[in-house]
């Protein structure tokens, strides 16, 4: 029986949900962000807590048959180590049968970056081996509760960011001393807590789970035979060996003796280990937005490779850039899905594809965002190349926050839906949703199965 091949739309909570502090919820280290310029509170986002089936409506408007969205920590467990939060399980649970009566397949993200403020505050994150535990605890709750109704998983979104220099953030971590020993600790311990899942959801359910990362294309920015090595070298200490944990349940040969011979301090135990190489991933899915280069003479001599794009990181001067300078690249795409499934031998899943751009809606005509069409067309036109010419099997394209959400920033600004919804950073306004002119280009795309694009 051929795969069928999902199309969707991919969210977190803290972008979509709203309700900050409704429903038993714990804050987040989101949630106490104070608003700026351009930056909004995270308390509203665009109100999906009180309004999701308004939102679910439209997605099966379109003929979506997959959503990824977030189970947020802290609204089903108290400051994240704490009692179980009926009424925030009751929420996602609503959400998931919401998903399955109109025919959505539910995929679950378990983290994405809004660590409990209590486990920010008292134990920096995900530098802890007791909050990394405490994460285990949630993720085999959820497993328990919502396995039988949501059969694909993805533990940690965009899990190679915890092997970057600007990690700290995004693990709760941002209280401790900032080293490379530091930064392969919390990179260990959520390669740990997500083997950790994997394995208990295959022991207890039928559904499956991949790993996932934010695979952005990194060229040299030379023939230079140093841009041409740290180029790789940044891919494999960013990627590369990520997907071998993933996929032979070790680190990367080069990445494990940069540790030995730079004695950095992993500490990790050998049961974690022991973890990491019992486990086993049925795909590898992945976001994709943007390409760069490496001009290795900015990079300082003796630097780790994880931070390498920190220094040497240079503009393209080849291909075209958003207003962001997100540079806009889709055969990178294709070239991203070949490498994954080549180092790994498993399907690969784009669960993440868009492009954010400042829109105002003038509350009268439509948004005429052609260059949302035109950049989506691109992406899937060189994903049905990896396809068909390259023999790369493909699960689904899911592009991100198809119904405008909070940009990661926080930015109202930054949109990147098909559907506008009708405010801005420091006015609500009435949230409106109001499809743009993408919305029914992709309707068409998804009916003819990306036949017609």
């Known amino acids: 029986m051929k795969q069928q091949f999902y199309w969707g739309n991919s969210t977190s909570s803290m972008q979509t949900e709203g309700g900050w502090n409704e429903g038993g919820k714990s804050l987040s280290v989101y949630d106490i962000v104070e608003p700026a310029e351009h930056r909004s509170d995270w308390h509203f986002a665009n109100d999906n807590y009180h309004s999701f089936e308004e939102d679910l409506d439209l997605m099966q408007d379109l003929g979506m048959n997959m959503y990824r969205f977030q189970v947020s920590w802290s609204r089903c467990v108290k400051d994240g180590d ?7 399980f009751a929420f996602y649970s609503r959400l998931i049968d919401g998903l399955l009566k109109r025919n959505i397949t ?3 993200c378990l983290y994405h970056f809004d660590m409990p403020l ?25 497993v328990n509760r919502f396995s039988d109704r949501v059969k694909y998983w993805v533990t940690f979104n ?8 600007y990690v700290y953030k995004i693990a709760g971590a941002e209280n401790c001393e900032k080293n490379v020993d530091t930064l392969y600790q919390i990179a260990h311990n959520v390669m740990y807590a997500h083997c950790a899942i994997c394995n208990y959801v295959h022991k207890v359910s039928d559904a499956k789970i991949g790993g996932m990362l934010a695979y952005s294309e990194v060229y040299p920015a030379t023939c230079q035979p140093m841009d041409v090595l740290y180029a790789r070298k940044h891919d494999e200490f960013m990627n590369l060996t990520l997907l071998d944990a993933f996929s032979k349940g070790h680190y990367s040969t080069e990445m494990m003796q940069y540790v030995h011979n730079h004695k950095v301090d992993m500490q990790a135990t050998q049961q974690e280990l022991d973890t ?12 994709y937005y943007n390409s760069t280069t490496i001009n290795a003479s900015k990079v300082p001599p003796n630097t780790c490779p994880n931070y390498y794009l920190m220094y040497g990181g240079q503009e393209n001067p080849y291909i075209d850039k958003t207003e962001w300078n ?10 991203v899905l070949n490498k994954i499934y080549k180092r790994t031998n498993l399907p690969v899943f784009p669960i993440e594809n868009g492009i954010g751009v400042q829109e105002e809606w003038d509350g009268i005509h439509q948004i005429q965002d052609d260059y949302r069409i035109q950049y989506h067309k691109q992406h899937i036109q060189q994903m049905l190349n990896a396809m068909h010419e390259d023999g790369v099997p493909i699960l689904g394209y899911l592009g991100w926050g198809l119904i405008d959400i909070l940009s990661s920033q926080g930015d109202m600004r930054k949109r990147y839906g098909v559907v506008y919804v009708n405010r ?30």
């Open 276 to 287: 990491i190489a019992s486990h086993t991933e049925d795909y590898i899915a992945f976001s």
């Open 326 to 335: 997100w540079q806009i690249d889709p055969l990178g795409f294709r070239d």
């Open 82 to 88: 704490g009692a179980f939060n009926e009424e925030g």
């Open 118 to 142: 209590h486990l920010a505050n008292a134990y920096n994150g995900f530098l802890s081996k007791k909050v990394t535990e405490d994460f285990i605890r949630f993720g085999k709750e959820v």
């Open 106 to 108: 539910p995929m679950i």
């Open 424 to 453: 801005t950073n420091h006015d609500l306004k009435d949230m409106k949703r109001v499809p743009k002119k993408s919305y029914a280009w992709l309707k068409h795309v998804i009916a003819t199965n990306g036949k017609e694009l």
């Open 158 to 165: 965009e899990q190679n960011l915890y092997h970057n220099p």
